[in-house]
């Protein structure tokens, strides 16, 4: 154990925790998820469904962000319709090669989304070009565009209807904020479905 690690393990923390502050700090974000959590709830109550989809570590949050929905988040309800667009490994292979990579989650959309329906993209930089396209996708769809990104937004931001931007440029960084921020919209569109669960808390 050398003391180098031990300074670089409590620098990140201390990054963390900035950012995680700085999240905290920003009304304008709360406001965001709270309304992307009633805009989600709105689209469920009326018979829609939750697509979500990402990249690399963002898969793995956009697969953790649906599992969410389905299965239980703070406590036991009916499941809510969420797909994660990450995890049919067929689908991804064929469409990546016969169409390109960029077209993997754009197909997807354009096969499964429906008006009404709500589609998250995720992308720390805001730039992952099967994102932009998917986002493209979905609003020809007439489905609800969200996006979670950096700082900076990226591309996504003209094809969102509501994106929130993590208070960050550092990929690490931002997928921490990401996944919670996601818990909080998953919670608040729970709440809202089953309020005498919630009252029980």
């Not at 169409?99 to 992308?123: H, N, P, T, W």
Request: proline share 2%; net charge negative; glycine share 8%.
């Amino acid at each position: 154990m050398s003391a180098d690690d031990i300074s670089y393990v409590a620098a990140y923390a201390a990054e963390t925790l900035a950012v995680t502050q700085a999240f905290a700090a920003d009304r304008e974000n709360q406001e965001l998820l709270v309304t992307m959590g009633d805009v989600v709830t709105r689209a469920m109550r009326d018979g829609h469904k939750l697509l979500v989809a990402g990249n690399g570590g963002s898969a793995a949050d956009a697969q953790h962000i649906a599992a969410e929905f389905v299965s239980r988040l703070m406590y036991d309800r009916a499941p809510l319709p969420s797909i994660a667009l990450t995890t049919d490994t067929s689908g991804l292979t064929a469409i990546g090669n016969d169409y390109g990579f960029e077209m993997i989650f754009e197909r997807q959309v354009l096969a499964l989304g429906q008006k009404g329906d709500v589609f998250l993209g995720i992308s720390t930089s805001g730039r992952s070009p099967n994102i932009v396209r998917a986002l493209i996708a979905a609003r020809e769809r007439g489905v609800i565009t969200m996006g979670f990104a950096g700082a900076h937004g990226g591309a996504m931001a003209e094809h969102c209807d509501y994106l929130f931007r993590a208070p960050s440029t550092k990929t690490v960084l931002i997928q921490q904020i990401h996944i919670t921020a996601a818990h909080l919209v998953c919670a608040l569109v729970e709440r809202a479905m089953f309020p005498v669960h919630a009252a029980a808390e």
